[in-house]
């Protein structure tokens, strides 16, 4: 018999994870809903530009990656929206704007 609490495997955030690498889950903010995974030093290897204080979060560094979840148009546009955030700038962002 099948478990019951297994995600259908037809969910496009389910497509979206094995796409991006993780675990993620979903949010709900004022400035809308977002998913959201929390990447470990470890896992990255690559610099990225974070959207809350416009500074690099460096390789190596714990962060968060945050992209809309009101249905990306394909897994490679939900891709291209994700955005690298250092982890206190994710929290604090509803008390203050982006720089992008």
Do not use: I
């Not at 037809?10 to 995974?37: K, N, S």
């Not at 809309?68 to 148009?73: I, L, N, V």
């Not at 250092?86 to 509803?94: E, F, L, M, Q």
Request: with cysteine; proline share 8%.
């Amino acid at each position: 018999m099948p478990r019951a609490n297994r995600r259908r495997r037809d969910e496009p955030d389910l497509d979206l994870a094995r796409a991006v690498g993780g675990m993620q889950r979903r949010e709900v903010h004022p400035d809308g809903e977002w998913f959201v995974r929390r990447v470990s030093g470890a896992a990255t290897d690559k610099a990225y530009r974070c959207p809350g204080c416009d500074q690099l979060v460096r390789a190596g560094v714990p962060h968060v990656v945050a992209w809309p979840a009101d249905g990306p148009r394909s897994d490679a546009a939900a891709l291209e929206d994700r955005r690298h955030w250092h982890t206190p700038c994710w929290s604090a962002r509803g008390r203050r704007r982006t720089v992008r």
